[in-house]
Each structure stands twice: as C-alpha cells, then as structure tokens.
T-cell receptor, first 115, second 115 residues
Framework: DADVTQTPRNRITKTGKRIMLECSQT?????MYWYRQDPGLGLRLIYY???????NKGEISDGYSVSRQAQAKFSLSLESAIPNQTALYFC??????????????FGPGTRLTVL | GDSVTQMEGPVTLSEEAFLTINCTYT??????LFWYVQYPGEGLQLLLK?????DKGSNKGFEATYRKETTSFHLEKGSVQVSDSAVYFC??????????????FGQGTELSVKP
C-alpha cells in the first residue's frame, strides 16, 4: 500500500462549489504539507502543519483552508472554488530535518478542474 | 526571499546523450538542496540531495554538487535512457528552526529522451 494517499485522484467541479481534498499517511510523520502545481510555476506551498496543533499558511493560502484531523490526516478545502484554482494538488509528509533524512514524501496528486 | 531558478524546458535528448539541467538558488544561511523527479502521472520522488557545501549527491547515475561559491546545484547524467523522461525539480530547504523542512521549488524542467 502507498505511504501517502490522496482522494479523490480527479475531480471536476463548478465555480462556487465547496471542495475537500483529503490526504492520509502511514509513515508516522508529524509534518504534512499541501502544494499546488501549475505548468511553468513548479510547486507552491499552500499550507503546512508541523504537528496536529500547528497549522501555518504557505506562499499561496488565500482561498484555501486546512484541517489536521489527526497525525495521519490533513485535508485541504476550497470554500468557494474558482477557475484559477484548477491545478494539480499534492500532499507531502516529512520528519523534522534534524532527525536526519530531511526528505519529503509525496502523494500521487489530485487533479482538480473548476469550470 | 529564498528562491530557486532552473533552466527552462523542454529538453529533448537522444538516448545515451549527456544531460545537464542547471539550477541556481538564492538563500540566506546554509540551505539543503534537492533534486526531485516526477514521472508521468505520478507524484514527486526524491532523486538526490546535498546538505552542505561541496557535498555531491548521487543516485541512479545522476549527480549534483552543492556549489556555494556559485550558488548552484546542477544535475548531470553521463548517458540518459528513455526511462529518464520525466520532469525534474530543483528545490531548497531553508535550515532554520522555524522553517526547517519546508521546500522551495524551481519551476521544473521537462526532459524527453528519444530512442
């Protein structure tokens, strides 16, 4: 089984709808991240969480919210989706860098289309 | 703020050709540097990393050297294969207590290797 899973894998929705993207991990990591990928822009950080009680905004948090339901679960919500939120969304997890590996592990991505 | 710049793609090579993908960075202090690879339809996976100046990361025939004097981390491979076709991302992780583990990505470079 995959260590980092995302649901759904693909979603088409309409402008104004509320959407939730879910991420689960079995790696036992405290840190979780949400990124969006757009062609020519690489990956940009939306939100990150260093533990269940710690949520932080990333580079592009406007229009998004998150919930860290447990160590293993981190959800991303679009309260009112708009077309420029059409993108590929990735969840990632990691240990703190001082624990040695300093590597993020990515899920397979969710392709979201907002019409 | 911290940033990463990669050479633009797409890069198209014939099998067994030499590959260089340029990456330069701007950061305060001593970041860790990474190359991630994204195969078609998949999430990102770590290819190699370097955590201090003059370190060389290597994996699967790819290598990159952390050059602090030129703020660069260029990716090289002596002989590419069709299976190396993917998008390659250079990234840095600022190593400060409150930011350690976050990744800042370049825009990605698509590599296509023809038989």
């Amino acid at each position: 089984d995959a260590d980092v899973t995302q649901t759904p894998r693909n979603r088409i929705t309409k402008t104004g709808k509320r959407i939730m993207l879910e991420c689960s991990q079995t790696k036992g990591h405290d840190r979780m991240y949400w990124y969006r990928q757009d062609p020519g822009l690489g990956l940009r950080l939306i939100y990150y969480s260093f533990d269940v009680k710690d949520i932080n905004k990333g580079e592009i948090s406007d229009g998004y919210s998150v919930s860290r339901q447990a160590q293993a679960k981190f959800s991303l919500s679009l309260e009112s989706a708009i077309p420029n939120q059409t993108a590929l969304y990735f969840c990632a997890t990691s240990d703190p860098p001082w624990q040695g590996r300093n590597e993020q592990f990515f899920g397979p991505g969710t392709r979201l289309t907002v019409l | 703020g911290d940033s990463v710049t990669q050479m633009e793609g797409p890069v198209t090579l014939s099998e067994e050709a030499f590959l260089t993908i340029n990456c330069t960075y701007t950061a305060t202090g001593y970041p860790s540097l990474f190359w991630y690879v994204q195969y078609p339809g998949e999430g990102l996976q770590l290819l190699l990393k370097a955590t201090k100046a003059d370190d060389k990361g290597s994996n699967k025939g790819f290598e990159a050297t952390y050059r602090k004097e030129t703020t660069s981390f260029h990716l090289e491979k002596g002989s590419v294969q069709v299976s190396d076709s993917a998008v390659y991302f250079c990234a840095l992780s600022p190593y400060t207590n409150n930011q350690g583990g976050k990744l800042i990505f370049g825009q990605g470079t698509e590599l296509s290797v023809k038989p």
